[in-house]
């Protein structure tokens, strides 16, 4: 099943991008050249894969676990629904899901 997420990136510019169940989110985001780079490969470790979930699909998603909690504290650019990506596994019930991609901290 194709997971819909709709997309906006530092620019402003808003795309649809189409995922499969079971893959992350930042390997959807990272094969779409949409401005995420997921440096680590997913290992929560690098923050290159950061995103801000839109704050009506907050509770649609499983909190964020220890390793992420500990580097999303370490972000300067953290807000309320700050995620990283490559912790999100997509699932039917995320499609329509709307996000901001935060430019990586250097
Ligand atoms: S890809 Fe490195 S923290 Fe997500």
Redo the contacts with the bound molecule.
Sequence with gaps: MTIEIQVTDDLGQTQTLNGEDGNTL?ELLRDESSGV??????????????IVVAEEWHSQLPPPGMDEEI?LEALNERTDGSR????IRLAPEMSGMALTIVPAEC
């Design positions: 930042m780079d997921g440096v680590c490969g997913g290992c929560a470790a690098c923050g290159t894969c950061h580097l990283l990506s490559c912790q």
